[in-house]
Structures are given as structure tokens and as C-alpha cells.
């Protein structure tokens, strides 16, 4: 046996660590994962949130645990990680997350860098002002006006190239930190997608007001390293199972049911994978 023929060898018997690429084997799927690492939101009630207790919870959550339990994945054996807008395609990237499960819209510049299953929902981008700002009814009340958002988010590309609108940015690190500015008045609003704005609102249902202008779909994908096609294709079975079963529309109703958007129950249409 020659030593490149006794190297390969050894590496084909080699156990292969979900997720991460086997350094001659190629592409590892997470269809052969015993466990798996989730990178969602820390700071967004309803879709991520992390607990006094340290743990996440949301919809986002629950989708991620009902498509690991899909892959063969326990409950124990998932380990959940906060990412923020900005870290979503590095983790994947490094492999230090197998999936991204973090309200994250699948765009075509995010295509060119990950994978992505689903959309496992369609949300849209609306906006978030206090209750007291009369000036903004729509996205163009927005021009001359200081946004908010993540760092990282495409919510400000939306308004600014996308519609042209002449707004100035602030960032924040997440959504979480730009409702203080908001209410201080520091900024003027904070726009991105409907679920997360609802989630702030339902916390601040005093000082915020939803302006419920829909301006974009948001498709929401399950980020995933771009050459997993065979488990990208695992999810999306484990998506469209998840509203064929009746379990998307108890989790819709159990998250968002009190926020008053209309929410959509039937399995959005898949992006494709590869
Ligand atoms: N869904 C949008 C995005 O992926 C905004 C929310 C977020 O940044 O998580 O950019």
C-alpha cells in the first residue's frame, strides 16, 4: 500500500465531524449529523430570544428544532448559538455553525457565499416609529429621517438603494440595541422585517406604533454551507413535512398569533438548492 493510498484510508475510516469539511474527503451533509450546532438570534422576541435561564426560544427556534429532529437530531444533541445579522455567513462560512436559522433573507449576494433551504416563511420589511411620530405612513415618509438597523441587515439597502430614499443610517450591533435609540428620539424609526418589529412593539406597546406598510418579501432561508446540496434538500423536505403536518401553523399562531399580521400557513415556494 503506498502512503498516499494508507493516508486516504485512514481518513475514510475517520469519524467525520458534522458539518465541517473532512480535510481530503470533501463536503461532510448535515443528512449525516449526530448533533448539530444553530446559529440563531439572541435578542429578537418570538423569532430568537435568549432566556434569563440561557436558553432560545421563537419561532425561528422551533423551526431549527423541528428540522433537526427531521435530520435525526435530538432535542439534546442541538446546541444553539447566538449569531447577529453580520456573523451569519462567516459561521457558516468556517464552519463553526451547521445551520442558520436567524431571520436571515436569502439574496442573491448572500447565494454567491452560502447555501440556503426554504424560505421556511415570507416575512415583510415594515416599519417601527414612536407613538407619538405623525410624519411616517409609509416608506417614503422615510426620506430625510434616521434609521435604525443591525449591522450586517439588508433592511436599510431595501429603503435607501433599492427605493431610493434619502435616509440617514445608524447602526447598532442587532435590532435589540436600536429600540433605546428609538424611544430616546435619537433615531427617527427602525425598519426591517414585520415579525421582528412586532416582537419590540408587544415589549414598548405604549411608546411604539407599527405603521403596517408592507414594502417587501423577506424570504426567510436556513442558512447552510453552500456545498451541502443533499442537506439542503433535507430541509426543505423537513420544511414543506413541517406545514403539511399542521406544525407551521401552530408554531405561526403560538408566536405571532397576538400580533395582529396576517400570517401566511400554507409552505412557501423553495428557492432551490445548489
Ligand atoms: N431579514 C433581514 C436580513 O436578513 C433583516 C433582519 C436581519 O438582519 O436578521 O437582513
Sequence with gaps: MTRTAALLLALAAAP???????????????????????????????????????????????????????????????????????????????????????????????????????????????????ADEEGVEGVRGLEGRTLCQGEGSNSADRVIEEKGIGAELHEEPAYGDCIAPLLDGEVDAVTTDDLILAGYLAEEPEGLRLVNAPFTDEQYGVGIAAEDVAGCEEVNRAITLMYQDGTAEELLDRWFGDTGLDLVTSVPQFVGCG
Excluded at 463536503?27 to 449526530?34: E, L
Excluded at 453580520?86 to 439574496?107: K, P, W
Design 16 to 130: 467525520a465531524a458534522a458539518g465541517c469539511s473532512a480535510a481530503l474527503g470533501g463536503p461532510v451533509s448535515v443528512t449525516d449529523a449526530d448533533t448539530l450546532v444553530i446559529g440563531v438570534k439572541p435578542d429578537q422576541p418570538g423569532l430568537g430570544l435568549r432566556t434569563g435561564e440561557g436558553r432560545f426560544e421563537g419561532f425561528d427556534v422551533d423551526v431549527a428544532l423541528y428540522v433537526a429532529g427531521h435530520l435525526g437530531v435530538a432535542e439534546e444533541d442541538v446546541e444553539f448559538t447566538a449569531v447577529t445579522s453580520a456573523q451569519r455567513e462567516d459561521v457558516l462560512r468556517s464552519g463553526d455553525v451547521d445551520l442558520v436559522f436567524a431571520t436571515y433573507s436569502i439574496t442573491e449576494e448572500r447565494k454567491s457565499l452560502v447555501g440556503f433551504g426554504g424560505p421556511y416563511y415570507v416575512a415583510h420589511q415594515d416599519i417601527l416609529v414612536r
